[in-house]
Each structure stands twice: as C-alpha cells, then as structure tokens.
C-alpha cells in the first residue's frame, strides 16, 4: 500500500497521523516502566506497540521543552503516527511544540547530541538534549 508523505525531517517520513495524546499522558507511560523495549498505546479500539528508543527516553527524562538558545518552543502535544526512515517502518509517538506565538502543528522535536557525533559524542542518554526541528537544523554538527 502506498501512503502519500504528510511531511518529512531528515530521513524521518512521516506517512499516516491517527491521533494525538496530552504530553504528560505519554511521560507517564514512558516512565511507567523506564527499562521497557516498548510500550502499549491504544487508539479507537486498536493497540500499537510503540519501540521505546532514546529519542522518547530523553523526552522522558531530560523534558519536553527545546534546548536551542532562545529558542522558547516546548512540546504540546505527541501524536501518534506511522512513519519511514533508516530503521524501516513503523508505528512511533512524535512530539511537537511551539512558542506561545506560534500557530499549530508546531515543530517536530527531536533528540540533540551535546557533543556531536562528528566530535566523538557517544549514543547515551547523558549526551542527548531535546531540540526542536529547526535548532537542531542550525546547529548541525559543529563542535559542541
């Protein structure tokens, strides 16, 4: 079946958007159980098994508000959404967020490297940030 592209960030196709849930509904699942590999999320009497990776454990643990210097976008929402990129397909929980003077959907948040990749960062929760969209964008992987 071919699904029409909502959007895209980076390597991120978002396909099909079925719901949205309150930022502190997801938290709470997520910290439920902080060592779980998924979690259970339902919707119109169907059940997703959302993979929990690092990118919603540092929303869980390190906030839902960006990072970005001035930036002043927190997370308002995660919607639940069917999306394509180098892991494959699959159902996941996206946060978005704005500034008060921002209109909805907002920006796509993600997961920020403190120190880049590109200088050695490691893949731990202990060097990740949230950032949204357009920060993490600008500031690219330039030395930390």
Same mark, same amino acid.
């Given at each position: 079946m071919t699904i029409?592209?909502?959007?895209?960030?980076?390597? %991120? /196709?978002? =396909?099909?958007?079925v719901a949205t849930f309150e930022v502190d509904d997801v938290i709470r699942l997520l910290l439920d159980d902080v060592k779980a590999a998924t979690v259970r999320v339902e919707h119109a009497g169907a059940a997703y098994a959302i993979d929990v990776v690092d990118r919603l454990r540092c929303f869980a643990q390190k906030g839902s508000?960006?990072?970005?210097?001035?930036?002043? $976008?927190?997370?308002?929402?995660?919607?639940?959404?069917? %999306?394509?990129? /180098?892991?494959?397909? $699959?159902?996941? =929980?996206? =946060?978005?967020? $704005?500034?008060d003077d921002e209109d909805e959907p907002g920006a796509y948040f993600t997961k920020d490297h403190v120190v880049p990749r590109a200088?050695?960062?490691?893949?731990? =929760?202990?060097?990740y940030r949230t950032m949204c969209w357009p920060c993490n964008s600008r500031r690219g992987s330039g030395p930390p």
């Open positions: 029409d592209t909502i959007t895209r960030y980076g390597n %991120v /196709r978002v =396909l099909e958007r508000s960006c990072a970005g210097a001035g930036c002043g $976008r927190a997370g308002r929402y995660f919607a639940l959404e069917f %999306v394509s990129d /180098r892991q494959g397909e $699959r159902w996941t =929980l996206n =946060l978005y967020g $704005r500034r200088y050695s960062g490691p893949d731990e =929760l202990s060097n």
